[in-house]
């Protein structure tokens, strides 16, 4: 019997595949998605309530990209006619002699035309009375800065693939994609397909599928962990009042307002709690938790009680760059790769592997962003 064809098959749904999925079905392609557990899981980077969006990058390409997705994000709210994102206001915090001088962040907005403020602690503390930053910190504002709802956008991408024709096939591992000469056949554990390309967004799995193709990423997995905070006073910190800030010192934090229940949620990046997606524990770590309780009492001194605290994943290559990028050695194979700070970019990133892999081509700067420069080790 004949296997089945797609134009364009995509491996994961989780922000990234979702982008993708939806992208390429809206450019009329005939598309399936695979995701290996239930569509809406918590095993992997994508899902809980909130994630900052912001142009406020220290490298241009990524101040550029941004600017991209705000038009993407806009554009599925248009389509959905649902809310993605709240745009708060937020604040890059700078330590004074930190390893991030403002000039990283202001060099690459200007570059970019994406208007900022430069303000001191005196400033900030007046300007948001729920912080208490202490001297001799220096702060990059952006008023474009906000909240995306991590698991309604990544439903609604899901429900616009489908609704765009887009096969989405839940509780389906991809266990093998072999290229040849009429494109790509894609072993699944509900059986075979054949895709003219084939989009992987696996994030902390990819090298599973990588690797029989004579590729392997140097990647990082760890559970990184959030805390929501739940303060006497929250209406302190309602996002009209309070914005998105992260804290970029020799360790980044970063946190929220309030958003949808009375708590602020704060989570320290790269906490370096290493395991394998297999063994990924999902137990928070106390000692994390009482790390970022004693950050907090720095900056947010009034930020209560910890109510809860969940746990996430990260798969992080060395330099922490995005790759988006065919496989040279196997065009029809594109990656979309995150490095654990994408969902912002999701439906970005999606249209962008959608056009490489319908168009052969996109209108984004995406060439900082090859796998040639994460590859160490691989046989490309
Ligand atoms: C705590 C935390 C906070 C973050 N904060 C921000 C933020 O504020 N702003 C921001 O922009 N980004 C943030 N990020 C990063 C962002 O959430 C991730 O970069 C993004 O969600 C990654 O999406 P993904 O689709 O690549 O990965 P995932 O969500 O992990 O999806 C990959 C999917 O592929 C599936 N899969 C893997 N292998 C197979 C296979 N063989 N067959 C079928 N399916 C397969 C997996 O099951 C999974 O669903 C944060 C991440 C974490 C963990």
Redesign the pocket.
């Known amino acids: 019997m004949a296997i089945e064809r797609f134009d364009v098959a995509v491996?994961?749904?989780?922000?990234?595949?979702s982008g993708a999925a939806y992208q390429a079905a809206v450019k009329g392609a005939k598309v399936i998605g695979?995701?290996?557990?239930e569509l809406g899981?918590v095993?992997?980077?994508?899902h809980d309530t909130s994630?900052?969006?912001r142009t406020s990058y220290g490298s241009p390409e990524f101040v550029a990209l941004a600017r991209s997705a705000y038009k993407d994000w806009a554009e599925l709210e248009r389509r959905s006619g649902l809310q993605m994102l709240n745009i708060t206001g937020g604040v890059v915090l700078m330590p004074r002699g930190g390893p991030t001088p403002s000039s990283d962040f202001t060099k690459s907005l200007d570059a970019n035309g994406v208007p900022y403020e430069l303000l001191d602690s005196t400033e900030i503390n007046k300007r948001w009375p729920g912080f208490k930053v202490p001297d001799n910190v220096d702060a990059v504002y952006t008023a474009d800065t906000g909240i995306a709802h991590?698991s309604k956008s990544v439903t609604t991408m899901q429900y616009q693939a489908r609704a765009n024709g887009a096969v989405l096939r839940e509780k389906?591992?991809?266990?093998r994609v072999t290229p040849d000469a009429d494109g790509v056949v894609i072993e699944t554990s509900n059986g075979p397909v054949r895709a003219g390309k084939v989009i992987i967004?696996?994030?902390?799995?990819?090298n599973?599928?990588l690797k029989p193709l004579g590729v392997e990423i140097p990647l990082t997995v760890m559970q990184?962990?959030?805390t929501y905070f739940k303060p006497k006073d929250p209406a302190r910190y309602d996002p009209e009042r309070f914005p998105v800030w992260i804290w970029a010192g020799e360790t980044w934090f970063?946190g929220f307002p309030t958003y949808g229940e009375p708590t602020i949620k704060a989570?320290q990046d790269a906490q370096q709690n290493i395991m394998s997606p297999d063994d990924r524990t999902f137990v928070q770590s106390p000692e994390l938790v009482k790390k970022l309780t004693s950050f907090m009492d720095t900056i947010i001194p009034e930020h209560g009680q910890e109510l809860r605290t969940v746990t996430?994943?990260?798969a992080l290559t060395p330099d922490r760059q995005f790759i988006i990028s065919p496989l040279p050695n196997h065009p029809d194979i594109i990656i979309?790769?995150?490095?654990?700070?994408?969902?912002?970019?999701?439906p970005a990133i999606g249209r962008v592997v959608a056009e490489l892999a319908i168009d052969g081509k996109t209108t984004d700067d995406i060439s900082k962003f090859p796998i040639q420069n994460a590859l160490s080790t691989s046989k490309l």
């Open positions: 491996v994961g749904l989780g922000a990234l595949g695979f995701e290996q557990f899981h095993r992997g980077a994508s994630r900052i969006v991590a389906t591992r991809v266990d967004a696996a994030d902390a799995w990819i599973k599928l990184e962990q959030i970063y989570g996430c994943q990260y979309a790769l995150g490095n654990g700070h994408a969902f912002k970019f999701a």
